[in-house]
Every structure is written in C-alpha cells, then in structure tokens.
C-alpha cells in the first residue's frame, strides 16, 4: 500500500481511538464504583441503544472480515456462517433475552445459581464463561492482525505482533476505566460507522453491476476459477463425509452458540425491564439481519470484483477481502477515491475489532470477579473489591488473548469464532435451557453439563486438525489428529446435555421445588426481578 493509504488509515484509526478513549476517560470520572455500574452501566439504556449496542458487539471480525472473505473463496458455502449468525438470534429472542434478565444480575451464572448450591454452579459457569471469551477474543486478535499488516504492506510476524498487542492494551484500557457504559458507547459508535460503511459499498457493487445481482453472480462464478460449482453446496464441505459432517457441525455451533455467548447475555442486564430486554433483541435482529444480507453481496462482489486469487495472495484465509473490495471500488491503488474508501474500511473493521474485545473482556473478568472470585471470598468482603478483581482480571485476560492471537494468526476470523460458538453451545446452552425448564435439575447435573460440554468440546478441538497434522494448522509439524472435524459441535453439544441429564438422575440431591417455581414466575413474568 501506498504512503497516503497509510497515513489516511492510520488517521482514522487514531480519530476513533482518540474518541472512543475521550468516551472511556468521561463515563470513567462519573462513575460510582457500584458492581451494577461497572459490570450493567446502572441498567439504563434504552431498547434502541441497547439494540445498537448488541449488534456491535455480536458483528465482529467474523462477520466483517470473515464471511465476506469464506464467500468470496468458496460461494455458497460461505453462506452457511451468515444463516448460521442471523437465524441463531431467533434462539436467542425465543429462549433467553427476557428469560434470562428477569433471571439474573450480571452474569450466566446468576441464572443457573438461583436454584442450585451457589459455589460448585459459579466455579463451573465461571469457567466455561471465560474460556469461550477468550477463543472469541484470539479470533478478534487475528484479524486485526492481518487488517494491519494489508494496511502497512508488511507480512511480517512483528507487525502482526505489535498490531495484536496494542489492540490489547486498548481493549484492556476500556474495561478497565469504563466498564459496561463506556463499553457500550463505544460498541455504539461502532454500529453506526459498521452499517454506514456497508450501506455504502453495498450501494457501490451494486452501481458497478447496474442492480443486477444475476450477472453479480455469474461474474463471481466465472472469476472463482470453479465454475457453476461456486454457486452450488459442496465446494467446501461437500467433498468427503467428513466435509459434510463438518457442515453439520458447524451449523449446529453457530444457531445454538449464541444463545451461550458471556458478552451477548451481558448486554441484556443493562436494561432496567425484560420488556426492555426483548425489544433490544428484535432491534438487534433488524439491525444484524440488514448487515448480512448486505455482507452476501459483499462476498460475491469481492470474487467478482477483486477476484479469489488476489484475495488469497493478500491474506490466505480471506480476511482482507472487504478492504480490498474497497480499494478496487474506489478506483484501484493510487486514486483518490481508493485511498478514501481502504483507509475507510480498514478504520471501520479497526473500530469493529475494538468494540467487540472490549465487551468481550468486560464479559469474562466480570466471570472471574463475579463468580469464581466471589465464590471463593469471604462473605464479609465488599462489592468495591470485587469491581477491583474484575479490573485486574481484565489485564490478565487480555495477556492470555495476545499470546493465543499471536499462535493463530494465519486462520480464517470467521472459522476461529466458530470454535468459540461450538464451545459456547456445548458448556453454556445445556446448563442455561435445563434450569429455566427442567424442574429436576440439581447441582450435580448442572456441573456436569458444563464440564460435560466444555472438556469434551476442547479435547475435541486439541485432537482435530485445526491444532495438527495438516498444513494450515496451529502445528502443522506435529501429528496429534485424531478427531476428524474442524468443529466440535455435533458431537460436544449433545454430550453437554447428556452430562446434565446424566448427573441430575445420578444425584441424591432432590431438586427444591419452591425455587423452581420462583424461578420460572420470575422468568415469564419479572416480578422479583433486580
């Protein structure tokens, strides 16, 4: 990239830093120090900021950089991330937004704790929690990473380190100072530039091929280098029945995986009602259903526009096939309108990545202080301090992130998410749907469900050929496969709700009937609700 690419970009990079740190540094001096404003923002937003927020926060790197990238490499089957992304936001309306606020305080744990012994619940929750934050946070790490080094025009591992580890000391800086509500101002500022910035290249692929998607379609196909086979099912998972398998894996992580997402069931205790909480949710659908079905004619217009081959060469995983798209639409390398519209882009996706570490670390520490601190305490310790372990727990949380970011910088953002997503509904979703609706549920079979989710889920991921034995793997020198799937989920998730039905008739424990009816009045209808 040219000189005034760079110096564009890294302006704008720094005018949205510069802001969303002026943000933090405000909402930081008018804080009250209280555990609901920093982990909840004082539970007042409304509906529609909420909305934008959640959208924020759930439209990642994967969604941004990702997808476009999977579905400008192989067609159709890229389109499973964008089906799996949106259609799981039903789950979420249907199942947990209002259940789970009227539930809860500020974590997934409040929920299931309600009517278990509180301890063995949090410790388990707590981890599973944390653990899915941080695979979500590499992912996030990783495309910044490659982001920055399109921008510099450097391949080399040291400028993907420095990228990586300053979006860490950001993200760290974020929680840390301003917690949930300067969190969510940021993420909201965030919506508006993300949507805004796809409005308009969406427009601009559109005008070049005069609103005509079929011959969109046709050129993208004929550039693929695969014919009418990048229009159809199967360039990527229709090879072997291990392909197809994986297909179906994934489809599963992705519609389950985010009804068990920390830093999406966060977002909905910082509304004051359940009503609130639901009407975010079908603001947040709108806003995240737009998004996607511009980002498929994105896809197919990065393969028809710019092409797979030049995709590849700039980033092997697809991750920069937006802000070439860009580039390319503005009039190529060198023009004014190029530079313009990359250095646009690529402050957008930069804000992208901020936002969302941000919620994602403020999701996890509140896991740590809120539940596995807080379980381990004595009973006598105040709130302050627990907002205090959450602010240290956020450094060390963003640490573990930088050194994971760094490992699997040369995998796909999208694919990485969908690890974390496979992780989510197998430890998370079991344990959440088994106390809001299984009257029988005890201690022992919601411990079980987590780990029954969670250990099987990362043995799975550790055995497959995402870690070894293949060449695009963390390890590709070392041969520890023994799981055939990239992803987990068919086989973690179901044995995550095995486990809870498992350990609940095992268990001598008789399940206490007046707190499942208070659970589930305070569930459908938020009375008792904080």
């Not at 966060?266 to 949710?281: D, K, N, Q």
């Not at 992208?352 to 202080?369: D, N, Q, R, W």
């Not at 998370?428 to 099987?456: D, E, K």
Request: hydrophobic share 55%.
């Amino acid at each position: 990239m040219t000189g005034e690419h760079q110096t564009l970009a890294l302006l704008l990079f720094s005018g949205f830093v510069a802001v969303t740190l002026a943000i933090t540094t405000w909402v930081s001096r008018r804080r009250h120090g209280s555990a609901e404003e920093f982990y909840a923002g004082g539970r007042l937003f409304s509906p529609m900021e909420n909305g934008f927020a959640v959208s924020g926060d759930y439209v990642s790197a994967a969604s941004f950089l990702g997808v476009t990238g999977l579905i400008a490499l192989y067609g159709y089957d890229g389109l499973l991330y964008v089906v799996g992304f949106f259609v799981a936001w039903l789950v979420v309306l249907f199942l947990v937004a209002e259940l789970v606020r009227n539930c809860g305080r500020f974590t997934l744990a409040d929920v299931v704790a309600a009517r278990m012994s509180e301890r063995p619940v949090r410790i388990a929750a707590g981890t599973a929690s944390v653990t899915v934050s941080v695979m979500y946070l590499v992912a996030q790490m990783v495309g910044a990473g490659s982001l920055v080094a399109l921008l510099l025009g450097r391949t080399s591992g040291t400028a993907q380190a420095w990228t990586v580890i300053a979006v860490g000391a950001l993200m760290v800086t974020y929680v840390s100072l301003g917690g949930m509500r300067a969190t969510t101002w940021i993420q909201i500022v965030k919506a508006v530039l993300l949507l805004s910035g796809t409005v308009a290249l969406t427009v601009l692929v559109l005008v070049r091929f005069h609103g005509d998607l079929d011959r969109l379609l046709v050129t993208a196909a004929e550039r693929s280098g695969h014919g009418d086979a990048f229009l159809a099912p199967g360039l990527k998972y229709g090879g072997s029945w291990t392909a197809r398998l994986d297909f179906i894996s994934l489809g599963l992580a992705l519609v389950l995986g985010t009804a068990g997402l920390p830093h999406i069931l966060s977002r909905f205790y910082t509304v004051p009602t359940a009503r609130a909480a639901r009407r975010s949710a079908v603001w947040s659908i709108g806003l995240i259903g737009g998004f996607y079905l511009m980002a498929i004619v994105l896809g197919f217009g990065a393969a028809a526009v710019v092409g797979p081959e030049a995709l590849r060469r700039s980033n092997e995983a697809g991750n920069t096939a937006m802000p070439l798209l860009a580039l390319d639409l503005g009039g190529g390398v060198g023009s004014t309108g190029g530079t313009v519209l990359f250095a646009v882009v690529a402050a957008v996706a930069f804000a992208t990545i901020l936002a969302v570490v941000a919620g994602i670390t403020l999701a996890s520490s509140a896991s740590v202080a809120h539940d596995l601190y807080a379980s381990l305490r004595r009973p006598h310790t105040k709130a302050r301090g627990e907002v205090a372990v959450a602010r240290a727990a956020a450094v060390g949380i963003g640490v573990v992130a930088i050194a994971l970011g760094l490992l699997a910088r040369d995998l796909n953002v999208a694919f990485l998410v969908g690890l974390a997503f496979a992780v989510a509904a197998s430890a998370n979703l079991p344990v959440l749907v088994y106390s809001l609706f299984w009257r029988a549920f005890t201690t022992r079979g919601a411990v079980w469900a987590v780990y029954g989710g969670l250990v099987p889920a990362l043995v799975l991921v550790v055995l497959s050929p995402v870690v070894s034995g293949s060449p695009g793997s963390l390890f590709p020198d070392i041969d520890l496969q023994y799981f055939p799937l990239q992803n987990p989920g068919i086989v973690s998730i179901p044995l995550g709700f095995l486990a809870g039905w498992l350990g609940t008739v095992t268990s001598d424990e008789v399940a206490d009937e007046a707190k499942y009816a208070e659970t589930e009045v305070r569930s459908l209808t938020g009375a008792g609700a904080v």
